[in-house]
């Protein structure tokens, strides 16, 4: 129950990010419609290739389409039911969406009984991957590139629920709930990861 509905929270934030990403570049609706679905679905199909689930099992996640197509059709042709709203709670969309998905794809990986380095990679690239993609193909630089910290919390989820710190439903809301968190004092305090630069 608690992998549907995370899967369900990340598929609509990672969504709504795309085409609000989309409709700043002035893509048309076709661009709106593959850069929100990349978005929502690249990150678990990367995943997946690299766990080794088959990618066919992308196409098994039907109702899944079906809200992700529906959110982007109501996005696009009533934008200003929306647009300032994502503007305001954006960041709260975006960490909703990595959260969920760095968390199912942790469980993903703890399933198919892969070790811990597989579980993080899988919450990572979950988390991240579909942002990562969008974010190519928009011509951006990666969320994940930047100077706030983005995708070490998706790879923290990871870490928790491989070394089983994390099991049963209430302890993986609670971790979501603090990745979320984390994730948004980390832009509004402006935490940075350590970095230099070559002269």
């Given amino acids: ?48 290739l690299l766990i080794g689930v088959p990618v066919s099992a992308l196409w098994d996640q039907g109702h899944l389409f079906t809200v ?63 942002g990562m993609v969008r974010d190519v193909l928009a011509g951006r630089k990666p969320l994940f590139l930047r100077n706030e910290i983005y995708i070490a919390w998706a790879m923290l989820a990871g870490l928790a629920i491989g070394v089983e710190a994390v099991s049963g439903p209430i302890s993986i809301w609670i971790l979501f709930v603090s990745i979320v968190v984390l994730r948004m004092l980390s832009v509004y305090l402006k935490w940075q990861l350590p970095h230099r630069r070559l002269n």
């Fill in 1 to 48: 129950m608690e992998w549907e509905i995370l899967t369900i929270i990340g598929t609509i934030a990672f969504a709504l990010s795309g085409v609000i990403v989309a409709m700043e570049e002035d893509y048309d609706l076709m661009g709106v419609y593959i850069l929100g679905l990349v978005t929502a679905f690249g990150g678990g199909a990367i995943r997946n």
């Fill in 68 to 130: 992700a197509i529906v959110v982007m059709t109501v996005a696009f042709f009533f934008p200003k039911l929306w647009v300032a709203q994502w503007f305001k709670w954006g960041l709260i969309f975006d960490a909703l969406g990595l959260a969920a998905f760095a968390i199912q794809g942790a469980l993903y990986a703890t399933q198919m009984g892969h070790p811990i380095s597989a579980v993080i990679v899988a919450a990572a690239l979950t988390g991240a991957g579909g």
